[in-house]
């Protein structure tokens, strides 16, 4: 069993950066390919980033192409999001998840609890 926890939510503004952790527990992040979501007000959880278990290969959605980067924590056993050109669509609860494979569409088995960022105009 996986306990997955994110932190580095919060309310900034829009253009303003924000870096989102991730710290496992239980198992090893390293036989796991990592992922973050996102559920907007209103909207379904949605894909934003993964990143393979060596951390040489990464996808992103196309909203956040260029303007995030996902990245295997320099703190054993993390996953970090950097968020950087932060707008008013990006405000959602930020999950973090593990998968037994890599690739946009996987399935994924551990999943965190979320944490809550909110951009103003």
């Known amino acids: 069993q996986m306990n997955l926890v994110e932190s580095g939510g919060g309310l900034v503004q829009a253009g303003d950066s924000l870096r989102l952790s991730c710290a496992a527990s239980?198992?090893?992040?390293?036989?796991?390919?990592m992922g973050w979501f996102r559920q907007r007000p209103g909207k379904e959880r949605e894909f934003v980033a993964t990143?393979?278990?060596?951390?040489?290969?990464?996808a992103y959605a196309d909203s956040v192409q260029g303007r995030f980067h996902v990245s295997r924590g320099n703190s054993r056993n993390t996953v970090s999001l950097q968020m950087n050109s932060l707008k008013p669509e990006d405000t959602a609860v930020y999950y973090c998840?593990?998968?037994?494979?890599?690739?946009?569409?996987?399935?994924?088995?551990?999943w965190g609890q979320g944490t809550p960022v909110t951009v103003s105009s």
């Open positions: 239980g198992r090893s992040i390293d036989d796991y390919a």
């Open positions: 998840a593990a998968a037994a494979h890599y690739g946009v569409g996987q399935r994924y088995d551990y």
């Open positions: 990143i393979n278990y060596s951390g040489t290969s990464t």
